[in-house]
Antibody, heavy 118, light 106 residues
Framework: EVQLVESGGGLVQPGRSLKLSCAAS????????MAWVRQAPKKGLEWVAT????????YYPDSVKGRFTISRDNAKSSLYLQMNSLKSEDTATYYC???????????WGQGVMVTVSS | EIVLTQSPTTMAASPGEKVTLTCRAS?????MHWYQQRSGASPKLWIY???KLASGVPNRFSGSGSGTSYSLTINSMETEDAATYYC?????????FGSGTKLEIK
């Protein structure tokens, strides 16, 4: 059974940093692109980052480019999101997601809440 | 950036009713993918590559479309189908989602 379990969320002040983790199990992690998708309270879904199988390629929308860094450790079946210079508009539930056989997300974690507030 | 516009924003359907949700793209995309999100839960892949049902999705659901116009259809609405449905395009970065259609049971 595919499982994605996020951790590392919490309350953080604007301008500070936070690192999210996602522990994957139930599939060969190194064979799949992985991603982060977020959802602000009562809002829709927003793609945040994608990383290739080896980690050599990463992709971001302009809203987080230069502030967020996605990475992975295939030996540990783990995905990470380093978030720097956090803003109030980064407040959201962050989901770890597995990219399927195409550019869609076939499995999602339960999500972790990040609140950016002073 | 490809903007996805979903309609309606909210709708209510009676059990047994046929339901059609629409997603329009600002530029042509190769495929559309759909997710179901029930209240308080994580999104689930529902339909991928326009018309393929994800594992476990009832066959009363179907997807269709091409170019800039796509739809998700429920042949006969059931109580468990009440949720928010999001479309998503993967044809170009940034990957984008529609703003969702909230489907309620009448």
């Amino acid at each position: 059974e595919v499982q994605l379990v996020e951790s590392g969320g919490g309350l953080v002040q604007p301008g500070r940093s936070l690192k999210l983790s996602c522990a994957a199990s139930g599939f060969t992690f190194s064979n799949y692109y992985m991603a982060w998708v977020r959802q602000a309270p009562k809002k829709g879904l927003e793609w945040v980052a994608t990383i290739s199988t080896s980690g050599s390629r990463t992709y971001y929308p302009d809203s987080v480019k230069g502030r967020f860094t996605i990475s992975r450790d295939n030996a540990k079946s783990s995905l990470y999101l380093q978030m720097n210079s956090l803003k109030s508009e980064d407040t959201a539930t962050y989901y770890c997601a597995r990219r399927g056989t195409g550019p869609f997300f076939d499995y999602w974690g339960q999500g972790v809440m990040v609140t950016v507030s002073s | 950036e490809i903007v996805l516009t979903q309609s309606p924003t909210t709708m209510a359907a009676s059990p047994g009713e046929k339901v059609t949700l629409t997603c329009r793209a600002s530029s042509s995309v190769s495929y559309m993918h759909w997710y179901q999100q029930r209240s308080g839960a994580s999104p689930k892949l529902w339909i991928y590559e326009t018309s393929k049902l994800a594992s476990g999705v009832p066959n009363r659901f179907s997807g269709s479309g091409s170019g800039t116009s796509y739809s998700l259809t429920i042949n006969s609405m059931e109580t468990e189908d009440a949720a928010t449905y999001y479309c998503q395009q993967g044809s170009s970065y940034p990957l984008t989602f529609g703003s969702g259609t909230k489907l309620e049971i009448k």
